[in-house]
Nanobody, 119 residues
Framework: QVQLVESGGGLVQAGGSLRLSCAAS????????MGWFRQAPGKEREFVAA????????NYADSVKGRFTVSRDNAKNTIYLQMNTLKPDDTAVYYC????????????WGQGTQVTVSS
């Protein structure tokens, strides 16, 4: 099992940047594929980015490709989401997750961190 705690959310103007962190505990973190998801008010939770256990393979939603970067530091049991050129449409609660190997969806979730982008 993996326990996850996100941090780094906040209020930023359009065009600005934020870096989210997700601290993990649990002995399977370093071998787990991890991901970031987001949920805006009135919308379903959606995939944002994923990273494999070594950090060598990453995937992104089309809506964030070229603006967001996912990374991890297994020595610190932490994954990151660097978000640049933020847009008001990026406003959401952001969740990190340890991914299910079969579905690719989150198996274990953090509590989420709010990101608000003002226009």
């Amino acid at each position: 099992q993996v326990q996850l705690v996100e941090s780094g959310g906040g209020l930023v103007q359009a065009g600005g940047s934020l870096r989210l962190s997700c601290a993990a505990s649990g002995r399977t973190f370093s071998t787990s594929r991890m991901g970031w998801f987001r949920q805006a008010p009135g919308k379903e939770r959606e995939f944002v980015a994923a990273i494999n256990w070594s950090g060598a393979i990453t995937n992104y939603a089309d809506s964030v490709k070229g603006r967001f970067t996912v990374s991890r530091d297994n020595a610190k049991n932490t994954i990151y989401l660097q978000m640049n050129t933020l847009k008001p449409d990026d406003t959401a609660v952001y969740y990190c997750a340890a991914l299910d190997s079969n579905t690719g969806w989150g198996r274990y979730w953090g509590q989420g961190t709010q990101v608000t982008v003002s226009s």
